[in-house]
């Protein structure tokens, strides 16, 4: 269930930190299991991947 921009830029920097925080969380959680054979989803890696991207991104640009 990946994020869209739209729903991430009216998001404020403290919901999109936390937010961020989660799924750095499950990102290593998943590298965890994939690391041990037990990932029946190894998509969601990179669906997590992208999110932090998009967080960042939404983030880096509110900065300016």
Same mark, same amino acid.
């Given at each position: 269930?990946?994020?869209?921009?739209?729903? #991430?830029? &009216?998001?404020?920097?403290?919901? *999109?930190?936390? +937010? *961020?925080?989660? #799924? +750095?969380? $499950? #990102?290593?959680? *998943?590298?965890?299991?994939?690391?041990?054979?037990? #990932? $029946?989803?190894?998509?969601?890696? &990179?669906?997590?991947? +992208? !999110?932090?991207?998009?967080?960042?991104?939404? *983030?880096?640009?509110? !900065? +300016?």
């Amino acid at each position: 269930n990946s994020m869209k921009m739209n729903e #991430l830029r &009216n998001m404020s920097a403290a919901e *999109l930190t936390a +937010k *961020l925080k989660e #799924l +750095k969380a $499950e #990102l290593f959680n *998943l590298r965890f299991q994939h690391a041990i054979n037990q #990932l $029946e989803n190894p998509m969601r890696i &990179n669906a997590v991947k +992208k !999110d932090i991207a998009r967080i960042n991104t939404v *983030l880096s640009s509110m !900065d +300016k």
